[in-house]
């Protein structure tokens, strides 16, 4: 007798849900309430402030820290980093950059400059700035962080025109900076933009690549140039103040010299008028006491000398030989 057949179909089971009308109710409420929780707190890092917006209108600033606000998107927290020194790159990036506008969409076209001499040099720079009213820089214009950077090219174009490619290169590196920075301040302040540009300092300058090696010859011979001016400079500060000093003390000399003699001349004419006056008084008494002061003068000098009479008779006895 065979075994009945076996049916291997699967039948399947719908279970039974019974909601009860509470939870249909309990459960939509339950998460309104959680997203309504996780919405009202919000946190400012240390060097921010949020910008609390109540449907879309500003509100006020939240310092940093845990702050309490209206859920559902009724209130919108902007955190603004006004305590962070933000830069914006131009003509080279750098790798790694936090700030979105740190480095431009094509850095090797913003580095092409032409000076006012007709020109070209590739000037590389950077800007650094901080947000100063958070406020204004959400609200008074769409994109300042892009806004300052086409400012600041433009601003840097003018300046690089009105120099010629020797400034540039060399000597008015300092005064460029200075001139943008003053320019860009000034236009800042006119927009409202609320950023407070605190440096442009100049990076790489240096001309195209194709005139490179004939730029460096003349910056070479420029070196040389100024090199030999400052060694004739320091010669002549070494030789011109010696021979000063020496033609002043000639001077002196001669000019002390001429007042001995002069003092000596006019002390022998008082003398020989006095010895006149005693002449006229007695001429034999005081040719007398002249020739004998004179001979006292004289005769020291002379040495060993032997005056002999013209009637002596021997010379021997006169000698002092053992002298």
């Known amino acids: 007798m065979n075994p009945p057949p076996i049916d291997n179909t699967l039948t399947f089971v719908r279970p039974k849900l019974n909601f009860s009308p509470r939870l249909l109710v309990i459960a939509p409420l339950a998460i309104f309430l959680l997203i309504g929780v996780f919405s009202s707190f919000y946190t400012v890092p240390a060097e921010s402030v949020a910008v609390v917006q109540r449907l879309g209108k500003f509100c006020y600033t939240a310092p940093s820290g845990l702050h309490f606000k209206l859920p559902f998107g009724i209130d919108t927290a902007t955190p603004v ?3 962070r020194q933000l830069k914006l790159e131009f003509g080279f990036s750098t790798p790694g950059a936090t700030n979105p506008d740190q480095t431009g969409m094509a850095p090797d076209k913003e580095r092409d400059m032409v000076t006012g001499d007709l020109n070209a040099a590739n000037v590389e720079w950077i800007v650094q700035y901080t947000i100063s009213d958070p406020r204004d820089y959400l609200f008074q214009l769409r994109n300042p962080g892009t806004t300052l950077r086409d400012l600041t090219e ?15 290169l060399t000597i008015g590196r300092n005064e460029i900076e200075v001139e943008a920075l003053k320019r860009l301040i000034a236009i800042l302040q006119q927009l409202n933009m609320g950023l407070s540009v605190e440096q442009i300092q100049l990076k790489n300058v240096h001309p195209p690549g194709p005139v490179q090696r004939s730029f460096d010859e003349v910056n070479r011979s420029q070196q040389e140039r100024e090199q030999m001016i400052n060694e004739a400079n320091g010669e002549y500060n070494r030789v011109i103040p010696k021979a000063k000093g020496l033609a002043a003390q000639k001077i002196s000399a001669a000019e002390g010299f001429a007042v001995q003699r002069v003092n000596e001349a006019e002390g022998d004419v008082t003398r020989f008028k006095q010895l006149l006056a005693q002449y006229d008084k007695a001429p034999a008494i005081t040719k007398q006491r002249l020739y004998l002061e004179t001979m006292n003068e004289v005769l020291p000098k002379l040495g060993q000398k ?5 009637d002596a008779k021997q010379f021997l006895p006169l000698m002092n030989l053992n002298k």
């Open 81 to 83: 980093p006004v305590q």
């Open 306 to 310: 032997i005056i002999l009479d013209e």
């Open 154 to 168: 433009s601003v840097m174009c003018e300046v690089i025109g009105d120099r010629t490619v020797d400034e540039v």
